[in-house]
């Protein structure tokens, strides 16, 4: 059975969202990482529909590696937050949640990806407050489009 978030923990747990896509669009890996717990994981998939991860990396480490390799290929990012949903669980400890995003893409002088992006998430708390205990990247659709300057 699970129950509605309280204020403080929608706000919290929006927070937490958005300093994720803060962290990735600033390149702030630690700040990134820091936001999983030590057993926490990233499962990327990384094509329209997959049922199955493309990769899974586990703790703060790995995932700032492998989200800085990723992103490092881009000039310049940009993650737009939109529609998130929380379900609290009975205990109050975990909630899920998921979490729409347009993220924009800058690839060399003259090309943009934009992608639609779901995350589906399990949050935990913990004694430095809500971490992500796992996080589904699951590509929607994307475009590239031509970049006018």
Do not use: N
Not at 63 to 86: D, E, F, K, N, P
Not at 116 to 136: C, K, L, N, Q, T
Not at 138 to 147: A, N
């Amino acid at each position: 059975m699970s129950r509605a978030p309280s204020l403080t923990d929608r706000i919290e747990l929006r927070a937490l969202v958005e300093t994720y896509a803060s962290a990735v669009d600033r390149r702030r890996w630690d700040e990134l990482g820091a936001l999983f717990g030590e057993t926490g994981r990233l499962y990327v998939y990384k094509d329209e529909g997959q049922s199955d991860p493309s990769g899974v990396r586990t703790g703060a480490v790995e995932i700032a590696a492998v989200v800085s390799a990723g992103i490092g290929v881009y000039r310049a990012t940009s993650h737009m937050i939109g529609a998130h949903t929380i379900e609290m669980t009975d205990d109050a400890e975990a909630a899920l949640g998921s979490t729409t995003c347009r993220a924009y893409h800058v690839r060399g002088a003259a090309s943009l990806m934009i992608m639609a992006i779901m995350y589906e998430d399990r949050y935990v708390r913990s004694p430095d407050g809500w971490r992500f205990d796992e996080r589904h990247v699951r590509l929607q659709w994307r475009e590239t489009r031509l970049l006018v300057q």
